[in-house]
């Protein structure tokens, strides 16, 4: 079973900058699509991006387009989520996910795999 790590969560000022990153000790990530999911306290869970296996394709939604931007690097075993512009909506344990079937559409009410989650929080 593909089992997912996050990291890169930390505290940072509206406005900062973070990059999240997901890994896959033991398994070929090359293969899968991966998207990054977001719970913020007292809300539902968001889709935040997800990417194709080749990375040729990417989706986004409409609460992070322009800020957030998601990419990969199959060498290297990783996917990332570059987050600018943060702003305290954007706080939340941001997990990363494999949806069924490696497919993007799947994406994020099918899923395959999940990590354990790394914590994002904006604030002054």
């Known amino acids: 079973q593909l089992q997912l790590v996050e990291s890169g969560g930390g505290l940072v000022q509206p406005g900062g900058s973070l990059r999240l990153s997901c890994t896959a000790p033991?398994?070929?990530?090359?293969?899968?699509?991966i998207g990054w999911i977001r719970q913020a306290p007292g809300k539902e869970r968001e889709g935040v991006a997800c990417?194709?296996?080749?990375?040729?394709?990417?989706n986004y939604a409409d609460s992070v387009k322009g800020r957030f931007t998601i990419s990969r690097d199959n060498a290297k075993n990783t996917v990332f989520l570059e987050m600018n512009g943060l702003n305290a909506e954007d706080t939340g344990v941001y997990y990363c996910?494999?949806?069924?079937?490696?497919?993007?559409?799947?994406?994020?009410?099918?899923?395959?795999?999940w990590g354990q989650g790394t914590l994002v929080t904006v604030s002054s």
């Open positions: 996910a494999a949806p069924q079937l490696a497919l993007c559409s799947r994406f994020p009410d099918n899923l395959d795999a």
């Open positions: 990417i194709t296996p080749s990375g040729g394709t990417t």
């Open positions: 033991g398994f070929t990530l090359e293969y899968y699509a």
